[in-house]
């Protein structure tokens, strides 16, 4: 009889781990990319990636301790958007990596993809401490949104370098 009991609170404590997100960070190899992507070096480079994820209509925030110029990583705070019915209040988070391929060659790749979840609480879907996260497609549009803006910034200098040719 013991051992039913037992069994039965075991069961009861597990239940509800069954509900918990999987939380599966995205790794590099699950990111998109942005190749051939032409910047003088990575201290030019730089700033613009932190300037475009950082505009005020995207409303991301760098999180300082995450992110290094010198390794190229940079990652974003949780950026949440809670709704009153299950599975429609959402939390984004931008990773990525921006390497010079090959080195020296001052030819990047950007590689980034937003970590998205959703809100899966029934019981209070408004509360953050009680969000079931459970993770979902990434945010393509806003990727590829990003990756054009990042384009902006850099026009293919071998396009522009050089006076201008006579008419």
């Known amino acids: 009889?013991?051992?039913?009991?037992?069994?039965?609170?075991?069961c009861t404590l597990l239940l509800p781990a069954c509900e918990l997100p999987s939380g599966t960070r995205p790794e590099e190899a699950d990111m998109f990319a942005l190749s051939g992507l032409e910047a003088i070096d990575m201290e030019v480079l730089w700033p613009v990636l932190i300037q475009e994820l950082e505009k005020t209509e995207t409303g991301y925030i760098i999180d300082r301790d995450k992110t290094?110029?010198?390794?190229?990583?940079f990652e974003t705070r949780w950026k949440m958007e809670l709704a009153p019915y299950r599975y429609e209040g959402r939390r984004r988070k931008i990773l990525g990596v921006a390497r010079e391929m090959p080195e020296g060659s001052k030819q990047f790749t950007v590689r980034l993809t937003i970590w998205q979840q959703r809100n899966a609480d029934i019981e209070d879907p408004m509360d953050p401490s009680r969000a079931i996260w459970q993770d979902v497609d990434p945010d393509k549009a806003t990727v590829d949104l990003l990756f054009y803006r990042i384009k902006q910034h850099f026009p293919d200098f071998r396009r522009s370098s050089g006076p201008a040719e006579p008419r």
């Open 1 to 10: 009889m013991r051992t039913i009991a037992l069994s039965l609170c075991l």
């Open 68 to 73: 290094s110029r010198v390794t190229g990583e």
